[in-house]
């Protein structure tokens, strides 16, 4: 099969002379646009060539396709067991760090607890000393107030009595 267009040169000629351009020309046109013409224009050879190559080409890139398919599709299952088994430790890992807090709060609650009571104990403590030593202050500040008082009394008394006397002395005595 040729793969040649067909053109008719010598009609094309043919109307280039009756528009004026010169036999010569008007041929050598014609046979130059009949040579661009095969070289350029597809026969229905090529294209039925070049369809069953992109046929070929199709079923291969399909199969290509369906190879990395299955291979991604492997791929893909791998990764999605990888993941599940992540996660299952991921998850242990969160329990057994959720297990420790709680274990710590709790520690750390009955060690609160217990300066909490340490600290209730020692205020408790202090308080009780407190008032004992605030007891003890008074009961020396009232006896040390009755001695001054017991003094003071006798004092006055004292000088009473010296009043009195230095009374009786000085003042003349009646019959």
Same mark, same amino acid.
């Given at each position: ?19 004026? !351009? /010169?036999? /010569?020309?008007? &041929?050598?046109?014609?046979? @130059? ?10 026969s229905k050879e090529n294209l039925t060539r070049t369809e069953t190559t992109l046929q070929?080409?199709?079923? &291969?890139?399909? $199969?290509?396709?369906?190879? $990395? %398919?299955? =291979?991604?599709?492997?791929? !893909? ?17 969160? =329990?057994? *760090?959720?297990?420790?807090? %709680? ?7 009955? %060690?609160? =607890? ?10 408790? $403590?202090?308080? +009780? !000393? *407190?008032?004992? =030593? ?9 006896? +040390? *107030?009755? %001695?001054?008082? #017991?003094?003071?009394?006798? $004092? ?8 009195? @006397?230095?009374?009786?002395? #000085?003042? /003349?005595?009646? /019959?």
């Open positions: 099969m040729s793969s040649t267009v067909a053109f008719d040169t010598l009609k094309y000629a043919r109307r280039l002379k009756e528009i004026g !351009i /010169p036999a /010569p020309q008007a &041929e050598m046109h014609a046979e @130059l646009l009949a040579e661009a013409l095969a070289e350029r224009l597809a070929r080409d199709i079923k &291969e890139l399909d $199969a290509k396709g369906e190879i $990395a %398919k299955k =291979e991604l599709d492997a791929r !893909i299952e791998t990764t999605r067991a990888d993941l599940k088994r992540d996660i299952k430790e991921l998850d242990a890992k969160i =329990e057994a *760090t959720r297990a420790d807090l %709680k274990r710590d709060i709790k520690e750390l609650d009955a %060690k609160v =607890e217990n300066f909490r009571l340490e600290l209730d104990a020692k205020l408790d $403590a202090k308080i +009780e !000393i *407190t008032r004992i =030593e605030l007891k003890r202050d008074i009961a020396e500040a009232k006896a +040390e *107030t009755i %001695k001054w008082m #017991v003094g003071l009394a006798m $004092a006055q008394l004292a000088m009473l009595a010296g009043i009195l @006397l230095t009374l009786m002395r #000085v003042l /003349p005595t009646h /019959p």
